[in-house]
C-alpha cells in the first residue's frame, strides 16, 4: 500500500448466479457486499438470475453499459457440471481476458481444495472499462477471489500496479 495516494470508493454490482439461492440464503454474494463495502467501496447494484446464459448476459451487459459501474462481480455457474454457464456467458462480452485472474485464483484454491481446484473456471476481464471477476459460487472460493486477489487490485493504493490506475474516468473525477 502507498500511503501518499487516497483510497478511491468504486461502485461495483453484485451478480449470484443460481436456480435456487434468494437473497435471504445467498452466503455468496452477502460474503462479498460484506467485504466490498468493508473495503470502502460501495454497490452499485446486485441482482439474482438463474443459471442461464442469456439471462447472465443480459444483465452483465447492462452493467458493462453504465458508465456508473466499473467493476462486476459474480459467484456461481463456474463449474462443470449441469446448467454451469458463467464463463460462457461472460467470456463472449469481454474486450480483454485477464487470464492470470483465474490461474492464481486455481493455485490459491489449490492450497485449500487440492485438486478439486481444477473444476473451477473462474475467469476475469475488461469490457468497456467494467472490470469483471467470475467466481465459484461456495462462500469460501468468493472469499479467497476477494481476499488474496481482487481487494487489492480494486485499491489505488496498491503498488507497484492495480487495475484502479487503469480507470481513466475514475481518475479525471
Not at 57 to 62: E, I, K, T
Request: proline share 6%; net charge negative; hydrophobic share 40%.
Amino acid at each position: 500500500m502507498n500511503p501518499d495516494r487516497a483510497f478511491i470508493p468504486l461502485p461495483i454490482a453484485v451478480l449470484t448466479i443460481s436456480d435456487s439461492r434468494t437473497e435471504a440464503d445467498d452466503r455468496s454474494g452477502n460474503l462479498l457486499v460484506q467485504r466490498l463495502t468493508d473495503a470502502g467501496h460501495r454497490v452499485h447494484a446486485r441482482q439474482i438470475v438463474p443459471d442461464d446464459i442469456y439471462r447472465i448476459r443480459a444483465v452483465v451487459s447492462a452493467w458493462i453499459a453504465d458508465p456508473q459501474c466499473s467493476v462486476v462481480l459474480t459467484t456461481g455457474g463456474t463449474g462443470v457440471t449441469g446448467r454451469d454457464g458463467t464463463p460462457e456467458a461472460i467470456a463472449p462480452l469481454l474486450d480483454k481476458t485477464i487470464d492470470g485472474f483465474g490461474e492464481m485464483f486455481r493455485v490459491l484454491s489449490y492450497d485449500q481444495i487440492k485438486t478439486s481446484t481444477l473444476q473451477s473456471r473462474a475467469i476475469a476481464g475488461v469490457a468497456n472499462g467494467t472490470y469483471l471477476f467470475c467466481l465459484p459460487g461456495s462462500p469460501s472460493a468468493c472469499a479467497t477471489g476477494w481476499d488474496a486477489l481482487i481487494s487489492a487490485q480494486l485499491d489505488y493504493r496498491t503498488r507497484p500496479c492495480n487495475l484502479v490506475e487503469l480507470m481513466p474516468r475514475l481518475l479525471e473525477r
